[in-house]
């Protein structure tokens, strides 16, 4: 059963902005941690962005601050990504990950491409 599923992505131009969705069918989204990751073809998958189950903690990989911002509707057990002053290194394909206590969990979606090209 898949348990995450990503959506948003799309071509944008430099500069342009993207939000990316992340629903998650579980039954009790708030005792997750969540995080965002990406992968660049050739290039190992990176965490760029992740927030604690209540949203009051929220952290950023360098390359994203102050462009990037995460975010959470428990009721919606949705997670968000808005992504502001895109830049063509951001190109990849972004996933939501879920984290229960420690652990991270294996279970990935399809992600959603992201393509910063003039």
């Known amino acids: 059963q898949v348990q995450v599923v990503e959506s948003g992505g799309g071509l944008v131009q430099p500069g342009g902005s993207l939000r990316l969705s992340c629903t998650v069918n579980?039954?009790?989204?708030?005792?997750?941690?969540m995080g965002w990751y990406r992968q660049a073809p050739g290039k190992q998958r990176e965490l760029v962005a992740f927030?604690?189950?209540?949203?009051?903690?929220?952290n950023y990989a360098d390359f994203v601050k102050g462009r990037f911002t995460i975010s959470r509707d428990n009721a919606k057990k949705t997670l968000y990504l808005q992504m502001n002053s895109l830049e063509p290194a951001d190109t990849a394909v972004y996933y939501c990950?879920?984290?229960?206590?420690?652990?991270?969990?294996?279970?990935w979606g399809q992600g959603t491409q992201v393509t910063v090209s003039s």
């Open positions: 579980v039954n009790v989204f708030s005792n997750y941690d």
């Open positions: 927030i604690s189950t209540t949203g009051h903690r929220r």
């Open positions: 990950r879920k984290k229960y206590g420690s652990v991270w969990s294996d279970d």
